[in-house]
């Protein structure tokens, strides 16, 4: 990662990483706290299986702009959907949600439609996943 270009492209930005479910697996979770950290957000990291309200409240309390998803248990669409749901219902609807994980290219455009701003796959250079974040968050 060019380290130069992307020090300050999420400067200012409050981001929480989530791992909801019952998924034991936060390796990918670190490195993208770390990632986006090494960017320039504040980044906090609510450790795993976490409740989608549990993550939703973090989420309000600490005045997030985004939310990222990390979840490799494959219930993706029901914890997604239920965190985007706990977020409208403590008035944060506002608030940017992303997802990372196992998450099949069939499922993106459920997820998209349901509010999700941008799916990033394990295969995606951390430079690209930055910089989306970066766009998404002007």
Do not use: C, W
């Amino acid at each position: 990662m060019n380290t130069k270009q992307t020090t300050s492209a999420l400067s200012g930005k409050r981001i929480l990483i989530g791992k909801p479910g019952l998924d034991g697996h936060d390796i990918g979770a670190k490195i993208i706290a770390l990632t986006l950290r090494n960017a320039g957000a504040e980044v906090i990291y609510t450790g795993l299986r976490r409740s989608p309200l549990q993550i939703a409240q973090v989420a309000v309390d600490e005045g997030v702009d985004a939310v990222g998803l990390s979840i490799l248990s494959g219930s993706h669409k029901e914890l997604v959907k239920d965190v985007i749901e706990q977020l409208h219902s403590l008035n944060a609807g506002d608030i940017k949600v992303f997802v990372g994980g196992t998450i099949p290219a069939e499922d993106h455009p459920f997820l998209q439609k349901i509010g999700v701003n941008a799916v990033f796959t394990a295969d995606m250079p951390l430079d690209q996943i930055v910089n989306t974040l970066a766009n998404n968050l002007q």
